[in-house]
């Protein structure tokens, strides 16, 4: 098997030389990661400047990795669609240092990475840790481990992805495994706004998730506030067919 | 009615210029915008920076924008989330400069601020111009002012957005109005290799369209290869609902 290897946290972020470590003993593992953090860019993609690039060593049993100047999308653009490295079987975003729940997976570089593995027709998982300073990204890693037998095995269509969110506990306290849906995430105090020495404002984006959201228990946030790793299996077309006749009724054309 | 507009080729470029002063008649207009182009960043936000922003008179009765150091979805984040504007009926993307579609939408800085106006509970338009050099947004506007009013009139559910292109032709050529799905894009030649003056590879990231992609009429694509407007509706929630049960009998948790 061949799996390739990106995150959003930089080529090297103790998650990604976890987890290459870890599947090195079940695959072929090439690493094409950002050459430092790169949070929330989304799906964004570099197309006004070039991408470059250079050889890491990584922690794993002698594989290079490319570290890139570009997005996480860009990594796995490059990767498959530049002829980088060759085809993956899998794409694994991660493991990333914080969680990627609900709504707010549309401004996650690791989960835009996977998608970005779909999109290109290889079946990918976007994983994370739900904690920001959680160190032991073990059990993650051997979670992901399994899921890429079962995804190997099982099988899944190739235009599919899988969310994985782990809580930040040693293995014998996780309680389950729950496949989920994305929670439509709320958020309270996002903007913090403050004055700059020459009396302009200005703001720091942040915010925290309205208690009350997604208490449904099949939501992947519920999942992890049951201290239960959250799998969300996640599609990329983007269209609304619910709603299409709907449009066509307006006879916009008329 | 209250019309947020925002866009990715920044609050200066001709497209916001021209939909502010078209709709300034039929609504009160906020403009809440990128300071310079952000083409191609996706739904990034900016979390590791403060966002600064500064007024700037547009061209269009007397309008005051904002223009952000931010993200196209940090614009509309901030404008609602922030409070930085009366809330709105309708949030409009664009018009960009430049065709969003099919799955390339998950690149594009014009659909992710609708895509985040509707995760505002607001519902929005994206509206892009198919090509890159023509300079006449006048049908695109009115096209859009169209569809301003059968979205107040006729309403559609509040997660929803409508992504738009327009073919880049006078109203009397526009062969009519389709509303569209997503093309699955496929391209060719995506990345140039070049070598810099020490030796080192870099790329260049661009691409075609391969030629024979998404030849189904229903698709937005082949929409405007037949001069059409296309319409699509768009939703945010990535679950894949279809596959949760298959992966639910992977028994992860045993």
């Not at 300073?133 to 992805?161: N, V």
């Not at 999942?223 to 299409?244: C, G, K, Q, W």
Request: proline share 5%; aromatic share 6%; with cysteine.
């Amino acid at each position: 098997m061949r799996i390739l290897l990106t995150n959003d946290d930089g080529i090297t972020a103790k998650g990604i030389q976890v987890l290459c470590k870890s599947l090195s003993d079940m695959a072929d593992i090439s690493v094409v990661a950002p050459d430092g953090n790169r949070s929330a860019v989304g799906h964004g993609i570099t197309l006004e400047h070039p991408i470059l690039l250079r050889e890491v060593e990584m922690d794993c049993g002698g594989v290079f990795g490319y570290a890139i100047s570009g997005t996480p999308a860009d990594c796995v653009k490059l990767a498959i669609q530049g002829n980088l490295v060759p085809m993956p079987d899998i794409v694994i975003s991660g493991i990333n240092q914080g969680q990627n729940l609900g709504t707010d997976v549309l401004y996650s570089g690791t989960v835009s990475a996977a998608i970005e593995g779909a999109q290109q027709g290889v079946p990918a998982i976007a994983v994370s840790l739900t904690d920001y300073a959680h160190d032991d990204f073990r059990y993650a890693a051997s979670f992901t481990k399994k899921l890429c037998q079962y995804l190997a095995g099982q099988g899944l269509p190739k235009d599919t992805l899988l969310n994985v969110n782990i809580p930040p506990l040693p293995a014998e306290d996780i309680k389950g495994v729950r496949v989920t849906k994305l929670c439509l995430m709320r958020y309270i105090n996002v903007f913090e706004t403050r004055v700059d020495p020459k009396g302009r404002k200005y703001f720091w984006q942040g915010g925290e998730v309205l208690e009350e959201s997604c208490r449904d228990p099949d939501t992947d946030i519920e999942a992890i506030r049951n201290n239960e790793v959250s799998v969300t299996p996640i599609h990329f077309d983007l269209t609304n067919y619910r709603i299409m006749n709907q449009v066509k009724e307006w006879h916009l054309s008329s």
